[in-house]
């Protein structure tokens, strides 16, 4: 079992056509490392790869000088699952699995990262970690429209699917793999694999790393049958039916080894704190024996090994530090997690609101002086305190004068503003569009009332969003007129302008700005619309 070559996995490859896997329980775990990296070899990419490796490793040995530094902080990787089931197979049936299996996959995964007490996922090692790494079904999809971020596609190749087809079969359904991790779902792959994921230092320089980055797993192996809903039957394996492939495997597109190093004793993980161990283990140890290889007790219950799902419990923290510095080193991770990404894919933690859906003006100034923060349904009014108003440092008792029904909760605070900042007051606001006055006023002798318009605005009105070089705004103007288009970054400044003739929509060549969100004016005669907006790159 311990035994791996080229030539082995070339032979695997060629039987694969003709190896199907219907049994109920496999015998023992198999990951698609080797076999990936034959077809690697084959491709001539086998010293790419090991400079790409060397780069990281040498970058991971300057992050862990500083890691005890440094402030750790959540990152969240939005995620959309592919069901490629098999022509035919109706929902629930087979390879194409329902949606609560999907829910109960990514349950596990943040109950295996979080080290989530009173969880599977919990341990009591003193080098477990909690790798603070969390994931998210994606709700926005990459025209920003709303998602499930679950897609079925028919997909004759599903049944004992082949590694030679693996570009072909994410062609047919694919989303940006810079900003979600991609997980398609065949009804089994070849040779008894459960399961396979590409290494991002094996990626690094590949001209096929934006086709074919992600996850590939079998159908049997992805979600938890502890987890299974009232009245529903997760059609799962019987020892690997708990969801911890799909751990193993985001472990290799974070960038970790197996434990044995992929060697034996004579070579490591990369990892200081999981022991040496000679190869390949399967199965559960009886408690508490575990073998002793290379002059360590092994680490059984490692999410890298081999062993059994019910086994799984642990990422150490050497893990943790390499998987969070892959996310840092490589580009197309480090987008995954940034809060452009997050809010354009709809992950963003909602209790930390960052950017907003509204335009501030101030005391009837038409100039833009400041972007509030919003997400979803948090309003953050950022009030300019510098207004000449006697706002520098006293108390400010903000008010809501016009509140349409149903629109805005009642609004009646007072806080103190910092001299020279901003005063941030927050509101429940609804999703309905419009226009709303709030008063502020300072009870001094340079105080006095000053009214700030706020301006909520649709989202449905621009596409694609996000865009990568062109967006249609959508208008609804009575006729053909000249329409005044002004794009602003968050700050305020103005960053775009432009006239057109329109009607009922507006098309606009952004491919210049920055990746950021921005907002949009559209302006007539006689009415101005606001767009929110956002660039990102593929």
Sequence with gaps: MQVRTAA????????????????????????????????????????????????????????????????????????????????????????????????????VLNEDFRRLVGSRGFNNSTVGADTELEFCLATRDPAGQATTGIVRVPYSGSNNFQLSQDLAMKNLSRWPTGRYLNIWIVKSIQSGILGYAYLPADLAGDPQRTSIDGLVIGARYFGSREKQPPGQTFNLDNTFGLGRTATHEIGHYLNLLHTWGDGGCEVDDGVGDTPLCSGQYFGCPPSPARPTQCGFSRMVENYMDYSDDACFNIFTQGQKTRMRAAMQFYAFRASLSSQLNLIATGCADTSNPLFADTLLRVAGNEQIQRVNRIFEVALQARVLSQLNSGFNNVDVRFQLVDQPTGSFKSLDTTLRTAGGGFANVAVRAGSIPGNYRYRASANTARGGEVFFDLTAISEALAYPNPFESSITLKLEYP????????????????????????????????????????????????????????????
């Excluded at 695997?12 to 990296?37: F, K």
């Excluded at 890691?67 to 959309?80: D, Y």
């Excluded at 400044?493 to 950021?516: I, P």
Aim: aromatic share 8%; with cysteine.
């Design 8 to 107: 082995r996995w070339l032979l695997i490859l060629l039987l694969g056509s003709v190896i199907s896997s219907h049994a109920q329980t496999h015998d023992h775990r198999l990951c698609g490392q080797d076999a990936l990296r034959s077809l690697q070899q084959q491709r001539g990419r086998e010293e790419a790869i090991l400079q790409s490796r060397a780069s990281f490793d040498q970058f991971l040995r300057d992050f862990e000088e500083v890691q005890v530094e440094r402030t750790q902080n959540l990152l969240r990787i939005p995620v959309v699952v592919h069901v490629m089931h098999a022509p035919g197979e109706a929902y629930g049936v087979l390879s194409n699995i329902t949606d609560e299996q999907v829910y109960s996959q990514i349950e």
């Design 479 to 538: 006729a053909v007129q000249q329409v005044q288009v002004q794009v602003y970054d968050l700050t305020g400044r103005r960053v775009h302008m432009e006239t057109q003739q329109a009607k009922e929509a507006v098309v606009l060549q952004l491919g210049h700005l920055a990746n950021q969100f921005y907002f949009v004016t559209t302006t007539t005669p006689t009415v101005t619309d606001y767009f929110k907006i956002i660039k990102i790159a593929r």
